[in-house]
């Protein structure tokens, strides 16, 4: 089955401790990206990747670290998580970036607190 | 600045009621325009993909429509079931050409219907 997972669904954490999400899809997408959601702001991507060791800063990439080693992976890192970043999170893959008329799909979500 | 509004904010109907979602953009240049439906806590999953020579894409009972030059597209549901209930959230990209890979996102409008 053609989909996106995320690991783990639900954390809670405290300050300050090092945190990765996992991401990882199963239709060879080029194009993968991480997008966090909080009331009343909507999805607001913080880093994307066009392809393996390609990666670029989105709208809201402050604390937040990425690596694209492999084409199936693209891991997000909170090197040192404040609440502030307390939030929902979602990896999504495309075949090609979201300029292309192509499908975006998205994983299941990540919500992490931050205490 | 590139923008997505979205109307109404929320909005509340009766099974078996129709509905209209309305938004506008200013994104530009301009490729693609895209509506998705989100889940209470589950990723967005799409429902209709347009590029500006697309004025009306169906899905089922949901049809969404773009008129390029005034910038707006709407996203009309016919006979609404329960499962409806969700947030719509409409999404403008540019061209890859434009070195454009961040795609703008509106704030959704929430969808409930009632029985």
């Known amino acids: 089955e053609a989909q996106v997972t995320q690991n783990p669904r639900y954390l809670i954490t405290v300050t300050g401790k090092k945190l990765t999400v996992t991401c990882s899809q199963n239709?060879?997408?080029?194009?993968m990206s991480w997008y966090r959601q909080d009331p009343g702001l909507g999805l607001r991507q913080i880093y994307y990747?066009?392809?393996?060791?390609v990666t670029d800063k989105g709208d809201v990439p402050e604390g937040y670290k990425v690596s694209r080693k492999e084409k199936r992976n693209f891991p997000l890192i909170l090197e040192s998580p404040s609440p502030n970043q307390t939030s929902l999170y979602f990896c999504a893959s495309s075949l090609w970036g979201p300029g292309s008329y192509n499908e975006q799909f998205f994983g299941p979500g990540t919500r992490l607190t931050v205490l | 600045k590139n923008q997505v509004e979205q109307s109404p904010q929320s909005l509340i109907i009766l099974e078996g009621k129709n509905c209209t979602l309305q938004?506008?953009?200013?994104?530009?240049?301009?490729?693609?325009l895209r509506w998705y439906k989100q889940d209470t806590g589950r990723g967005p999953v799409s429902l209709t993909i347009?590029?500006?020579?697309?004025n009306t894409k169906s899905n089922g009972r949901y049809t969404a429509t773009l008129d390029a030059d005034t910038k707006q597209s709407s996203l009309h549901i016919t006979a609404s079931q329960l499962s409806d209930s969700a947030s719509y959230i409409c999404?403008?990209?540019?061209?890859?050409?434009?070195?454009?890979?961040?795609?703008?996102f509106g704030r959704g409008t929430s969808l409930i219907v009632h029985p």
């Open positions: 239709m060879n997408h080029e194009y």
């Open positions: 347009m590029t500006f020579s697309e």
């Open positions: 990747s066009m392809n393996v060791e």
């Open positions: 938004c506008n953009y200013t994104v530009s240049p301009f490729s693609n």
């Open positions: 999404v403008v990209s540019g061209p890859p050409s434009g070195g454009s890979y961040i795609p703008t």
